[in-house]
């Protein structure tokens, strides 16, 4: 689905030398011609940073959103237009990439995110809101003491938007650009970073790295690894279908199908050699993990008497607790 | 020991519909029978969700509990009894059985937490107190920004009581309802849920999982799992008992005796078939280790040449680190 | 190279009965020779806690400082002067040692850190600045709602410095006393320990416990464990060379040389007994890792069909993402 062109409305925190630190869009308005008009988006100009030059502050409609947004004097009201999927140019374009994917408007690996780390500004994140690092001990002195929660590129998702039925046991671990759909809860060892998330109910104790998809009704247990394409030199996008489990402080290198189960503490590579069980647990053949990717109804263990990884049919459902889902 | 009937006092914050997001108590009333004779607690009505009806604003005496308690203006007085250790029933019950486990008055698993999670409401939890979710953007509006720790049904056990004795170094990763004894320190990968915890001195750089008991100057180390019953499946509560170490990265799946060690990186499932060994290193059987549950003196390792998982005894014994540990 | 002597400038917040909760350290002032008289550092009597006594309150020079450093009500100014490289014997001597860590002034290992549990209070660490534990309910009291991120004898480096061209995703999990070279990413799942750190660009998903020191352009992957010394009873210090990769869910219990790879989801003990093989993948012999401490190019997995630790010369070579590292 082509979402572009697209225009958003946003709040964006200066630093001392009024660069950009991040920007909080509220509102996409595609919907509203009238708007749109009065912005005149067709004017080849528009698409630079922000359109608000300094003598528009005094024009009436622009005071009017910055009063509904509560702008204040260390931000700045944006209007930000993307118009095609190209690679990321500033930090607008990131933030409402960003925004899209945390608004599941658009779908983790759908949207074109190159060039994202290098157009984002290394920030401290405040429970004042964003800072520039260069500028916290004057920030300090005269708003006493800070807490900063983290000091990154990307901040956290609970400061931008809470999707509805959803859980976080700890806001620090869910980046913005996370999609988490209702029902998902990310217990205190989950981890969500950008471009990745979830599509359906799930539990997630582990976590999911840039690129991955974890399909509904399934269950990462606490401290397990889904392997990233950013670092680490894997190449295959990692996902996991629905009703499947990773069972704690496992690992996964390969896609996987529905209802599959991955043993605890079993960490299994794209390059792992696996012997393939019938159910009647006779052994059929040796393959390479990445030869089953996609593949539904599998069972991944280590044989604790062997120390071979296995795989055979997998009989067992997984059934998410229910109450645990209920995020109301 | 049964120690219901009980009547506790706390303070609950509203969201913008007068609902309640947490109470917050403050004492065990059982001793002071004048203070129960004024609530009338004998009155069949009085269990009812919260005592201070509009009208006793102007009573004298809560007037000066509100005082005393700092209840602001989105709080509310709450006087709460349980008669009996039933299924929980609403906030107020799940919140004073939460705060008897953290008070240490009751052990992990001794009392009825049926429902619990039905009784909760998912709340942002925030630096400036709990918000409803759905209020947060007016909430902002009024008080500029907020730092949004957590969106979750359980807030975090030092926004409400801190133990004596008792470091954790990241309280993100304590919820209200652990039950922290004297000396136990929590690291920053470690992690106790509700109804969990340590019955002594202990360092905890590992997840203790809802219902999960910790014996004295046990040690769980960096990223090791213990399995709760909660998700999963697993319908036996584990628990580790007395000088016992789990290694870094490791997995348990079986309730230990005491004075036991499982290698750093082996996780123990209780359906792992294991290698039994006599103190000469010389096989004797092979059996399941939930077999083994609660059996004294064991060492449980993975061999590193033929990939088995053996148990011979423990001759080392575990000793914490003093240091660590005299948390004043 | 010895620093000392050496005398530092800080701030110090007291509790209700005026002892130090900590020292917030802001210049070294060797160099500033008219200085040092003026603060009369040769006398004999000079390192006693803090050198500024209550007569001095109207001196003119100390309130200039006072005031450059927002020194409040319940803070100090301190002057504190460490001889000799002895161990530690109060909490300034604790705060100004963990101050040099990371300000890179000096290297982990190289200072004398003994006694520094003993040394360090146990403070509540809050959005409003470091709180004796016993005086939170006045605090909350007089200040309303007040975040508390930590309860621990450490605090976190980013309330108190903050190194250029650093990541760190959520800051509870690096305490004062890491050393963290430009170039260091330390993601959600990473966690630096005082006195542990990087000698140069790093990705760090994994934790360094104290005393741990990774080198250049080293990737710790998500979730990896390094052993320490604190506890644990492991004697031999931990290292990691340059350009290496533990991977996620890893474990290491010796020093790695450099060009070194340990295989996702692999616990390498110092006791392991390890195969090694030619570049062939013919088996040459058996030996205890411990004997491949320290030593090049070695990649390190467990053969996923014998369950054997296997230990093979390393062909690949690691590159780290480089976008990811310009922390700009």
Tied chains: 1, 2, 3.
């Excluded at 958003?8 to 008009?37: C, F, K, P, W």
């Excluded at 500033?90 to 994202?116: F, G, M, Q, T, W």
Aim: hydrophobic fraction near 40%.
């Amino acid at each position: 689905m082509n979402i572009f062109p697209l225009v958003a409305v946003g709040v964006s925190t200066l630093n001392s030398s009024n660069d950009l630190l991040d920007v909080r869009y509220h509102l996409i308005l595609n919907e509203d011609q009238e708007l749109l008009n009065t912005l005149n988006i067709d004017n080849p100009g528009f698409n630079s940073l922000y359109s608000m030059a300094s003598g528009e502050e005094n024009n009436e409609f622009f005071e009017s959103i910055s009063n509904t947004l509560s702008v204040t004097s260390r931000q700045k009201l944006i209007f930000h237009k993307i118009d095609k999927d190209v690679p990321i140019s500033n930090i607008c374009d990131a933030y409402l990439k960003l925004y899209l994917l945390s608004l599941k408007v658009s779908k983790p690996n759908s949207i074109n995110l190159e060039n994202i780390f290098g157009s984002l500004a290394n920030v401290a994140w405040t429970n004042l809101g964003p800072v520039d690092v260069k500028d916290l001990n004057l920030f300090r002195s005269r708003n006493g003491e800070v807490f900063v929660r983290s000091v990154d590129k990307f901040p956290c998702l609970t400061d931008y938007i809470i999707p509805e039925g959803v859980r976080i046991a700890d806001s620090s671990r869910v980046r913005l650009g996370a999609h988490l759909s209702e029902g998902t809860t990310v217990m205190h060892e989950g981890f969500v970073n950008f471009n990745a998330g979830t599509l359906g109910s799930a539990m997630i104790e582990g976590r999911i790295s840039a690129g991955v998809i974890i399909g509904k009704n399934s269950d990462l247990g606490g401290g397990c690894s889904t392997m990233g394409t950013l670092s680490g030199g894997n190449e295959v996008k990692i996902s996991v279908g629905e009703d499947c489990l990773l069972g704690a402080n496992s690992g996964l290198g390969i896609p996987l199908g529905n209802r599959c189960i991955l043993e605890a503490g079993l960490y299994l590579t794209g390059g792992s050699k696996v012997e393939i069980l019938n159910s009647k647990n006779e052994m059929i053949e040796t393959v390479k993990a990445s030869t089953l990717s996609g593949k539904d109804d599998l069972l991944f263990i280590r044989n604790s008497l062997t120390g071979a990884i296995q795989c055979k049919p997998n009989g067992k459902s997984v059934v998410l607790n229910e109450t645990l889902h209920k995020n109301d």
